[in-house]
């Protein structure tokens, strides 16, 4: 019993035990607290107050309302694998992980949507469905472990967004907590674009700070009929940033269009996703295009020709079994830039200060890029 008491002495932690209902729902112990000090952002780490563990939307909701009633800072958190730094504890905040809510509710084929809780992770979801000819668009890097909970709070997007957007394109509604406990719903089964306020829109990547979505109903797409990718290398990076301006111009709209420069491919190449990539090139193009296939063929010419524009030195367009499977396979964070700096001068885009630092210290370091619609 003396164990027990000096478990509790602390009253909010006695509370929040109260509060909860699953096995070990709170962690408090400094030991324990270690592994919480920061997300996918590193470099600040701060201990929270507590950890604690709902299982469902009423006992987060308990959770937020006994912070709010008893004036403790709160914040919530996914799989961790963010990097603004959206749960890292600055406050010795207490952090409400939805990990243990990892439910998908439902799945409606016919409307194209699905239920999830927060703690989903994303590339389930895909996995779930893909037997039927779905997917989930949104396809952040780090998508084998990252949470549709966090996605939304942060607007994720990925390889894909050009084309299909980030996460904000596929919510159809969301179950939410507010600061103050209160228990709301956003977004209505079956209507596409509701009259009012874009709330949607509003909780989607507000990181957080204006409630606690606990329940997340999301497009899915029917997979596309024909797909294709092209491996695009070049002698000069200024070269395959111009071919994807142009590119896009043409009226082109590729699923996904990526580009590394040399030490990023021989980092792939080194690690265990090589794919053959030409390491005397300065930079390669990943472009992958689908749709029907009546004018798949049209659409990759059409491509290649910009890119010939460019001075293309070599093209790969006929990548199969597992080489195609690794191309998407290789990064786990990527910088991604919007339709304004596509054409930028690689030193622009990436960064002087990150170029000139890396060279006084002769540092080997590289900085990979997605093209966004944004």
């Not at 006695?14 to 920061?38: I, W």
């Not at 193009?285 to 010939?308: F, K, N, P, W």
């Amino acid at each position: 019993m003396i164990g027990r008491k000096r478990k509790y002495e602390d009253p909010h932690i006695r509370s929040f035990h109260e509060l909860l209902s699953g096995h070990n729902p709170v962690l408090y112990k400094k030991e324990d607290l270690l592994a919480y000090d920061c997300d996918g952002f590193t470099i600040h780490k701060h201990l929270p107050k507590a950890v604690v563990f709902p299982e469902n939307t009423r006992e987060v909701a308990s959770i937020v309302r006994y912070c709010h009633d008893h004036n403790l800072p709160f914040l919530a958190r996914g799989a961790g694998t963010g990097l603004s730094g959206g749960a890292i504890p600055i406050n010795g905040e207490v952090i409400i992980s939805l990990v243990r809510m990892k439910r998908l509710l439902e799945v409606d084929l016919k409307n194209r949507r699905a239920i999830v809780e927060p703690g989903y992770v994303n590339l389930k979801l895909t996995q779930s469905i893909e037997d039927k000819g779905y997917y989930y668009a949104p396809d952040p890097s780090s998508q084998y472990c990252c949470t549709i909970g966090g996605n939304v709070a942060e607007n994720a997007g990925g390889a894909h967004c050009l084309k299909y957007g980030v996460t904000t394109n596929h919510i159809l509604g969301m179950e939410v907590v507010l600061p103050n406990g209160d228990i709301v719903e956003i977004g209505k089964a079956g209507i596409l674009d509701e009259p009012g306020y874009d709330l949607l829109g509003l909780m989607t990547g507000s990181e957080g700070t204006l409630g606690i979505v606990t329940k997340i109903t999301v497009r899915i797409l029917k997979h596309p009929e024909a797909k294709q990718t092209v491996l695009a290398y070049f002698d000069k990076v200024s070269d395959a940033s111009h071919t994807v301006s142009d590119i896009i111009s043409e009226g082109i709209v590729p699923a996904a269009l990526e580009m590394m420069d040399r030490i990023a491919m021989e980092g792939v190449e080194a690690a265990a996703f090589p794919i053959g990539h030409l390491l005397d090139a300065e930079a390669v193009l990943l472009i992958e295009v689908d749709g029907i296939s009546a004018g798949m063929d049209q659409q990759i010419e059409r491509i290649l020709t910009v890119c010939r524009k460019h001075h293309v030195r070599e093209v790969k367009d006929e990548m199969v079994g597992e080489p195609k499977n690794r191309l998407w396979c290789h990064g786990c964070h990527l910088t991604r830039l919007p339709r304004t700096r596509w054409s930028d001068p690689a030193d622009k885009a990436s960064g002087r200060a990150f170029n000139d630092s890396k060279n006084q210290r002769n540092i080997r370091a590289t900085n990979r890029k997605y093209f966004s619609r944004r």
